[in-house]
Nanobody, 123 residues
Framework: VQLQASGGGLVQAGGSLRLSCADS????????VGWFRQATGKEHEFVAG????????LYADSVKDRFTISGDNAKNTLYLEMSNLKPEDTAVYYC?????????????????WGQGTLVTVSS
């Protein structure tokens, strides 16, 4: 599994961004894939996850109703649509994958990680 996250940038509060995560190593099929974020000086925080096979999704309360996680089988790409962004959403966003059929919230339960993409939300 070789994950590559992209799509970060600078956006004003209330704006939107779409993050992408492509796997060049193998298909996401059979994996659970998630987005985490890490703000400066803080631990990795679970943002959203999706069970690729069943399509089950899970969100952190802080992003529910603002962010949407989805996957494209044909492109083998994971997305995170972020809307109504807030300054507190500023962080480096990472995609991660594991082989568990259940969506995990803890960063140490994900084996494979992408390099991260920076999202900065200005007030």
């Amino acid at each position: 599994v070789q994950l590559q996250a992209s799509g970060g940038g600078l956006v004003q509060a209330g704006g939107s961004l779409r993050l992408s995560c492509a796997d060049s190593g193998r298909p996401f099929s059979g994996y659970t894939v998630g987005w985490f974020r890490q703000a400066t000086g803080k631990e990795h925080e679970f943002v959203a996850g999706i069970s690729w096979a069943g399509g089950t999704t899970l969100y952190a309360d802080s992003v529910k109703d603002r962010f949407t996680i989805s996957g494209d089988n044909a492109k083998n790409t994971l997305y995170l649509e972020m809307s109504n962004l807030k300054p507190e959403d500023t962080a480096v966003y990472y995609c991660a994958a594991n082989t568990s059929p259940l969506i995990k919230r803890r960063a140490d339960e994900y084996r494979y990680w992408g390099q991260g993409t920076l999202v900065t939300v200005s007030s």
